[in-house]
Structure formats: C-alpha cells, structure tokens
C-alpha cells in the first residue's frame, strides 16, 4: 500500500460489526441476560433509608418530641417554635458519641 497525501489508510478498513447472525445461541442469551439485569437494577425500588434517618436523628425536642439532627438545629427550633420554653444545655440531652 502507498501512502500518499490524499489516502486515509485508517479510514479504507471499515470496523467489523457483530450481528445477530454472528453470534451463537450462547453470546444472544447471555447478552440478553446481562441487559435485562441491567434494567432491573435501573428500575429497581429505591432502598428505605430510615434507619440513617433515625441514626442521624439523635436529639429529641423536650416540647414537641420532634425529632432532630444535631444541637444547633434543637436551638434554633426552640427559638422558634417555642420562644417562651427555656433552650435546654446539650449536656441535658445524654447523647453518647
């Protein structure tokens, strides 16, 4: 083959495409199995986080009994939630960390 300015040697070799035809009985299935397992994973349910939820979740509001994150959020809820109720100390609260 001679090379010239105007030859595309890359582009004269068209790629090989397999076909149903090419494949056998044994490639179809498996390519089939693993496509269907793929869409089941996508369409699958989402899992339940409530356990991380309740994790998460480790003060609890002496008022309302909501429950909440962390300090900083159990200040600002009873400041404005329950403005007359006295902000109790974190220490109060017992979390174990």
């Not at 582009?11 to 199995?33: G, M, N, T, Y």
């Not at 991380?52 to 939630?81: D, R, S, T, W």
């Amino acid at each position: 083959m001679v090379l010239s300015f105007y030859s595309t040697p890359h582009l004269d070799k068209k790629p090989q495409l397999r076909h149903a035809v090419d494949l056998d009985i044994h490639e179809c299935l498996s390519f089939i199995r693993a496509n269907a397992e793929k869409r089941a994973a996508a369409n699958a349910p989402p899992k339940s986080q409530l356990k991380a939820m309740v994790a998460g979740n480790q003060f609890k509001c002496p008022k309302c009994m909501l429950m909440i994150a962390n300090y900083k959020l159990v200040v600002q809820h009873m400041e404005a939630k329950h403005p007359k109720e006295p902000v109790p100390t974190e220490e109060s609260f017992n979390v174990a960390k």
